[in-house]
T-cell receptor
Framework: SQTIHQWPATLVQPVGSPLSLECTVE??????LYWYRQAAGRGLQLLFY????GQISSEVPQNLSASRPQDRQFILSSKKLLLSDSGFYLC?????WGVGTGELFFGEGSRLTVL | AQSVSQHNHHVILSEAASLELGCNYS??????LFWYVQYPGQHLQLLLK??????LVKGIKGFEAEFIKSKFSFNLRKPSVQWSDTAEYFC?????????FGKGTRLHILP
């Protein structure tokens, strides 16, 4: 069966420090991968999505970036965190083609606090 | 740009009342549609989904939703709510490779 792992679960970082959140999927190949940020009253904001290795689409211009170095690995990064980057980040995957396309399977989430 | 609108941000109902939560989307192509639920302190879970076929889809816990293509809508309904339905509900649309969410509706059921 498919599983998705996301880490770290929580982290506290000072302003200006770098960030790396990682997500890996097991049990499936060629998934679409997504990074969302969830904030109260704002739903899930799509940050990045990827349909293949090295293919990243950015939805929201900001100081975050994403990379997909392997088929089932998705990384969210920042070189210098801002206070406004605090939030709850969710990684998710979906089947790329055929039945089930668009149904998301979420990781456990990462709670980021920038001080 | 593609978007999803959920008209009700906060809904308060008494137990046994009927529920309808609105969802409209903006996208000109073929869509897949979803409702997710997040119970207090828990992670998101899929409530129901529409891919094709019968526009009236049934999900878990007595929920259903109707896809009306001409109105770009996918409203969520339940004939009689329970206190345990207190949660936040999110509508989502698969527009091409993007999956876009609405801002959510907080549902509070009074016992």
């Amino acid at each position: 069966s498919q599983t998705i792992h996301q880490w770290p679960a929580t982290l506290v970082q000072p302003v200006g420090s770098p960030l790396s959140l990682e997500c890996t999927v097991e049990g499936t190949s060629n998934p679409n991968l997504y990074w969302y940020r969830q904030a109260a009253g704002r739903g899930l904001q799509l940050l990045f999505y990827s349909v293949g290795i090295g293919q990243i689409s950015s939805e929201v211009p900001q100081n975050l970036s994403a990379s997909r170095p392997q088929d089932r690995q998705f990384i969210l990064s920042s070189k210098k965190l801002l206070l406004s980057d605090s939030g709850f980040y969710l990684c998710a995957w979906s089947v790329r083609w055929g039945v089930g396309t668009g149904e998301l399977f979420f990781g456990e989430g990462s709670r980021l606090t920038v001080l | 740009a593609q978007s999803v609108s959920q008209h009700n941000h906060h809904v308060i109902l008494s137990e046994a009342a009927s529920l309808e939560l609105g969802c409209n989307y903006s996208y000109g192509g073929t869509v897949n549609l979803f409702w997710y639920v997040q119970y207090p302190g828990q992670h998101l879970q899929l409530l129901l989904k529409y891919f094709s076929g019968d526009p009236l889809v049934k999900g878990i816990k007595g929920f259903e939703a109707e896809f009306i293509k001409s109105k770009f809508s996918f409203n969520l309904r339940k004939p009689s709510v329970q206190w345990s339905d207190t949660a936040e509900y999110f509508c989502a649309v698969n527009a091409g490779d993007k999956i876009i969410f609405g801002k959510g509706t907080r549902l509070h059921i009074l016992p």
